[in-house]
């Protein structure tokens, strides 16, 4: 069991909220737990920012509209929705359900509830609705869900079948994943006498000290140098242990 499954299993009517303190978050780790308890993440990476994260905090808690809600289709096949389990409605964060459906478009969607006066129920018909090419985006979106899902849960080792799914997602909706790229092909060579060398550089979390990296200035130590050094200790080593030897002279 791994530990976002872990939190999706073990949600019962809780949402999880996950924040991160300081200024080495792993950022994955906690919006991984937010989204997996269908809360929201929060990092505060100062003294400054902590203010801010409870006053958000406070407002998305003290505003449930509707919770342990549940959602079904009545008169029409829907199947592949996202998400599985329907988070918490709040004030600050609408909740979005994709789907697919199958046939002809009609019967209603029964959407239930818990308010804070008592049970809600409403029913919402879908046979008026008619497709929209504004809308097409909506695919992009629901295969985003549906591969991030197969990502992040459950993942290991990724077995053949997970890979071969999300591989296909990606080519078939035109998205990037870890299978999947984009590719572009130039066909006129601008630069003919090759790229030039640049500098990258790379950052270290806020208080961590150049000495992390062994070299904190200037080039680095020539290979010559390096292997000179290395000749030089193994010297002293050898003079030592032949000192120690019986029947040895200094």
């Given at each position: 069991?791994?530990?976002?499954?872990?939190?999706?299993?073990?949600?019962?009517?809780?949402?999880?909220?996950?924040?991160?303190?300081?200024?080495?978050?792993?950022?994955?780790?906690?919006?991984?737990?937010?989204?997996?308890?269908?809360?929201?993440?929060?990092?505060v990476t100062g003294s400054e920012g902590a203010a801010d994260a409870a006053v958000t905090f406070r407002h998305y808690i003290e505003?449930?509209?509707?919770?342990?809600?549940?959602?079904?289709?009545?008169?029409?096949?829907?199947?592949?929705?996202?998400?599985?389990?329907?988070?918490?409605?709040?004030?600050?964060?609408?909740?979005?359900?994709?789907?697919?459906?199958?046939?002809?478009?009609?019967?209603?969607?029964?959407?239930?509830?818990?308010?804070?006066?008592?049970?809600?129920?409403?029913?919402?018909?879908?046979?008026?609705?008619?497709?929209?090419?504004?809308?097409?985006?909506?695919?992009?979106?629901?295969a985003r869900s549906r591969i991030a899902n197969l990502a992040d849960f459950g993942v290991g080792v990724p077995d053949d079948d997970?890979?071969?799914?999300?591989?296909?997602?990606?080519?078939?909706?035109?998205?990037?994943?870890?299978?999947?790229?984009?590719?572009?092909?130039?066909?006129?060579?601008?630069?003919?006498?090759?790229?030039?060398?640049?500098?990258?550089?790379?950052?270290?979390?806020?208080?961590?000290?150049?000495?992390?990296?062994?070299?904190?200035?200037?080039?680095e130590p020539e290979f010559v140098w390096v292997v000179a050094a290395l000749l030089a200790a193994i010297t002293v080593s050898l003079?030592?242990?032949?000192?120690?030897?019986?029947?040895?002279?200094?």
């Amino acid at each position: 069991m791994y530990f976002f499954d872990y939190v999706a299993d073990h949600l019962d009517e809780a949402n999880v909220f996950a924040f991160g303190i300081g200024t080495s978050v792993n950022r994955y780790l906690i919006e991984g737990v937010a989204r997996a308890g269908q809360g929201e993440p929060f990092v505060v990476t100062g003294s400054e920012g902590a203010a801010d994260a409870a006053v958000t905090f406070r407002h998305y808690i003290e505003s449930p509209v509707l919770t342990a809600i549940d959602i079904r289709f009545a008169g029409f096949e829907v199947y592949d929705v996202e998400p599985k389990k329907i988070p918490d409605l709040f004030a600050n964060r609408p909740v979005v359900v994709f789907g697919k459906w199958r046939g002809a478009v009609g019967g209603t969607v029964e959407l239930s509830g818990r308010t804070g006066r008592g049970p809600y129920r409403a029913s919402i018909a879908v046979g008026p609705a008619r497709p929209d090419d504004n809308h097409r985006a909506l695919r992009q979106l629901w295969a985003r869900s549906r591969i991030a899902n197969l990502a992040d849960f459950g993942v290991g080792v990724p077995d053949d079948d997970r890979v071969e799914r999300i591989t296909s997602l990606g080519l078939t909706y035109g998205l990037l994943t870890r299978y999947t790229s984009f590719v572009a092909v130039h066909e006129i060579v601008r630069n003919v006498e090759g790229g030039d060398q640049v500098d990258q550089p790379n950052p270290l979390p806020l208080g961590v000290s150049d000495n992390a990296v062994g070299v904190t200035s200037g080039a680095e130590p020539e290979f010559v140098w390096v292997v000179a050094a290395l000749l030089a200790a193994i010297t002293v080593s050898l003079r030592r242990t032949a000192r120690g030897r019986p029947g040895a002279t200094a």
